[in-house]
């Protein structure tokens, strides 16, 4: 396989990635940005072969920067939509104008993206339920009733994350071990999510755990719950993606895991996928190991599927401190420091 320094000298026209982000989430700005600035770097790309914006939650500013981009020279879009209406405008626009699109993180239904990169999120989701059964057995909590929340019904990996953590509680709800008690319509705001979980848990006084998708919808439920006078280790939750928050939350005993996704290795798997469309070649087996089905456009899309990692306290200090996704100096202020210790975390 020849070296990506080598495919980038091939390569015509400069690589433009657009990311979502908005008012409630910086993940993109904290995380993705830099970390596909240095892959792009890495793999060749000089600053001015490639740019980085953020559309800040707005669809117009999405599709304006991806038509100002085109406009600019850019010969392939990296983007993670904000929905999949934007998302397929942005792909129609760039297909006619003869530019390449690799969807990252987020797929575009009814899109006409060359490639995705993402994790496999199904797979997100079944650890998320997994996470929550081995929880309840471990904090023995008797006759689970539970909230099972999800994200935003607009975004198909919120999809796919229910799709993976249904098929996980399924047998539990169906044998009568477990009740199902309220399924809210779901969403990625923060104070959103606090109020459909307060809606049920008003009118459900027996729910006694919640599956929750990411760590940013559980932060204000589980503030929540401690307002309440819940304590630790008696009423399981969950989440995604390794916040400070939610893992100060795990090592506290009020959340039981996090499904941790190293976003530096998606960065650098969309890097490599961009030289390769960049440069009109087919990128090897061994980056595109995968397909995803665009259930609107009823179409296989050549993928790189990452694998996620559940963490707990028991691992939390060979995984995201391991990787320096959270610095431990960080996680471990203040009334925190003992839990680290107790975890085996060195700040």
């Not at 999510?193 to 027996?206: G, I, P, R, V």
């Not at 503030?223 to 280790?233: C, D, E, N, R």
């Not at 995968?290 to 009823?298: I, Q, R, Y």
Request: hydrophobic letters at 40%.
């Amino acid at each position: 396989m020849a070296s990506l320094k080598s495919v980038a000298s091939a390569g015509k026209g400069s690589v433009a990635v657009i990311l979502p982000d908005t008012v409630s989430s910086t993940r993109y700005v904290e995380f993705d940005a830099p970390y596909l600035t240095t892959a792009l770097t890495d793999a060749g790309l000089t600053s001015s072969q490639f740019t980085i914006q953020n559309a800040l939650g707005q669809d117009a500013t999405q599709l304006a920067d991806a038509e100002s981009d085109i406009t600019k020279g850019a010969s392939v879009l990296v983007v993670d939509p904000l929905d999949s209406g934007v998302g397929a405008h942005i792909e129609s626009y760039a297909k006619s104008h003869g530019v390449g699109v690799i969807d990252y993180d987020r797929l575009t239904l009814g899109g006409t993206r060359s490639y995705y990169v993402s994790f496999n999120n199904v797979k997100v989701g079944q650890l998320i339920g997994q996470g929550l059964v081995s929880c309840v057995a471990a904090w023995g909590v008797k006759s689970p009733n539970v909230v099972v929340m999800k994200g935003a019904p607009t975004d198909n990996n919120a999809t796919l994350f229910a799709q993976g953590y249904d098929g996980v509680l399924a047998s539990y709800f169906s044998s009568g071990k477990w009740k199902d008690v309220a399924n809210p319509a779901g969403t990625w705001t923060p104070s959103v999510a606090l109020s459909e979980f307060e809606q049920a848990y008003t009118a459900h006084k027996s729910i006694n755990a919640a599956l929750i998708p990411n760590d940013e919808n559980g932060a204000p439920i589980i503030h929540y719950l401690q307002g309440q006078g819940v304590k630790a280790k008696t009423f399981p939750t969950t989440g995604q993606d390794a916040t400070l928050t939610g893992l100060d939350n795990i090592l506290s005993g009020y959340q039981c895991g996090t499904v941790y996704k190293p976003i530096y290795l998606e960065a650098q798997a969309a890097a490599a996928l961009a030289l390769y469309v960049r440069a009109g070649q087919t990128p090897p087996s061994s980056l595109v190991n995968g397909s995803t089905e665009d259930s609107v456009s009823k179409t296989s899309v050549p993928s790189v599927l990452l694998t996620p990692e559940w963490v707990t306290a028991a691992n939390m200090n060979k995984t995201v401190i391991a990787d320096k996704f959270v610095p431990a100096a960080q996680l471990c202020k203040g009334s925190f420091a003992a839990d680290c210790t107790a975890a085996g975390i060195s700040s």
